[in-house]
Each structure stands twice: as structure tokens, then as C-alpha cells.
């Protein structure tokens, strides 16, 4: 390990990097390829998500979504004007959509500066902008919109991660801003109103954290170091780097049960198995994000002539086509078990009638 300094107390970024690789790992799963199927009466196809509840097209750009583990709820960021009755700027602003109902609420009204997240029951989003001066972590409870602010004056904070029942916000600050002279990684437990300390880095190179669904485990990476760490809050103690000494990662997400590791190395991605301390290649492969279960990977292949997004069982070596057309997606873009992943894309024969001109949020059901 290189260079980590951390300490407990009480109180979900991603680049290839060019190091060769030198893991412990499982051979790779050969894939066979097969095509999403359009949609039937099983819910299989694409959908518009970006669209106000009778369906009308944004009139902005739409991105930066996440899906909950059971598909039901997307939260997205819009500059759209015309999705719900109460927006009347084109300021960027936080969205819900709720698939059951096929209603579209926003949240508050803080210019998000990193996607927004939501947690797995779709009880609260979280995202992170500019306020006023300051800077702030916004915590919204979706049913009522009630906002909470996390407070991160005098600090730059990084993209929060959110527990499955948004009991716990992981997040990196950076612990002076004249001059920056480090960073935190810090958990947060809304319930108990205590905070604790993950990592104290001793750098202000872009880090991150992802929080496992029951707040048990934090991955985050030290990007000076080029590392990815396993905190477990149980002792307290960290482990890693998962990737093996003398290898440079990126961290992509810690699956929901906490017992997958995404990371990135050289032109490849790399699942870590945690129980075993094995890890799956992806060749060629820069991974996006992983499903709550840890079975299926969403990966951008890095083959630019064929599909952009791709999704992979982990377990088969089966590859599903999320879109063909240019599109991208973030952590948290695939429901649990594979069935739907959401992503962005500015193509407009994606679904028929999009004549809007705009970057839209979609998502695909695979059944």
C-alpha cells in the first residue's frame, strides 16, 4: 500500500490508466453477443425517461441519471424548463421519475454539479452544487421534497454515495480551501447524526467514495496513489489496494452487497471479488457501473465501432447491447439483476417522436 494515512472517529470518478497489470484473477468468461429485443408486451425495449408526467419532451439537456435497485424510481438532472409546473427557469435542475406512476417531480432547486443519486428504496436523492458561496451536499426526501443540506462551507466536497435506505452519504472534502491541503473521505449517519472519518489523504487529487447498501463498506480511491481501499466499518480498518501492490487503478463502484469491486487498470476493467480476493477481467473494457448484485457489468467497450454501451453477466460471459447509438452512463445505472439500465445519449431515432434537439435520459428493460 503507498502512502495512506486514515483514522476512525465518531461524530457510489472514473479514467484508464496506462500501468500494466499484475492481479491474482480468474480467467475471463469468453462473451457471446446478443441483441436487446424491442419492445413487447413483457416491458423488454427503451423508453424515454427525460419527459414531464403527460409525457411531453424536455426542452433542455437532460443527464446524470440513477436507477433504484427495483427499477421503480430514475433520478436524473434536467435544464429543461418544462417538466414539471414549478420549473420556470432553465436552470439545471434535480428529477424523479417514478416509472409505476409515470409521474416526474422535481426536487430542489441547487444547480447539481455531479449526477445526482438516489438510494435503493427511492426514499431520498442526493447531489452536490454550488450555494450561494458555499458549497453543499443536498439531501432530498423524494416523497414530500423536503431538503436536507449537508454543509460543506470552507470545503469542496466529491459526488456523494448513498446507502440503500439513505441512513449513509459517503463523500470526499477537501479540508482547506486557501490552500487546498488535503482531502477527507468521510461517512456520514443521518440517524444517528455522527460522522466518520474513512481516509485522510494527504492530496487534492480527485477521490471518491462508493458505500456498500448497508453502510458496512466504503471502496474509495486515492487518486495520488493510484489506489483502491476497502474500509469496513466493524473494526474500523482498511484493506487493499484490491487491485495488488505495484498496480495504478481507478475506482468505477463497490456493488450493493459489498462483495464486488469495480475498478479500472491500463485498458482494462476488473471485478473484485472481496470473499475470495480474486478478480474478473473485462479486456478492452471501461467500466461504468455494476448491478446491487454484483452479477452484471455495464462497460463501454473501448472497439468504437460497435455498441457504445454493453451490458455483461459476469457469470455466463453473456453480453447484452444497452444502445448502439453514442450514450453514456454513470454508477448506479443498472437495477438489480440486470433488468434495466438508464444512460444519456443526444441521438433522436432512440425512440420514435423525439424531435426535441436535446440530450435525453433513457432506459432500457431487458424483460
Known sequence: MR???????????????SAAVAVCAVTAVPPTTATAAPATASGAGVERISV????????GDSAGASITSDGRHIVFSSAAKNLTADTTTATERVYVRDQRTGQTKGLGFLTPSHPPVIS????YAAYFGRWFNDWRIRLDQVATAREISLDCSAYSCSQPSLNADGRYIAYAVTTSKLPPIGQRVEVQDLNAHTKEIVAELDHTMSSWPSISGDGRFVAYQDAQAEDVLLWDRTDGTVSGPVEGESVAAALVQLSDDGGKVVYLSGSDT????????????VPDARGVAIDPTGRYLLY???DTGGPSLVLRDLRTGTDETVSDQPASAGTDA???GGRDVVFRSTADDIVPDDTNG???????HFY
Open 334 to 336: 443498472v437495477s438489480a
Open 300 to 302: 463501454a467497450p473501448r
Open 52 to 59: 414531464a408526467s403527460d409525457g411531453t419532451q424536455g426542452d
Open 270 to 281: 476488473y471485478v473484485h471479488d472481496v470473499a475470495s480476493g480474486t478478480a474478473q477481467p
Open 120 to 123: 435503493d428504496d427511492g426514499e
Open 3 to 17: 502512502g495512506h494515512a486514515r483514522r476512525s472517529v465518531s461524530g457510489r470518478g472514473r479514467g484508464a490508466l
Open 358 to 364: 436535446k440530450s435525453d435520459v433513457f432506459v432500457r
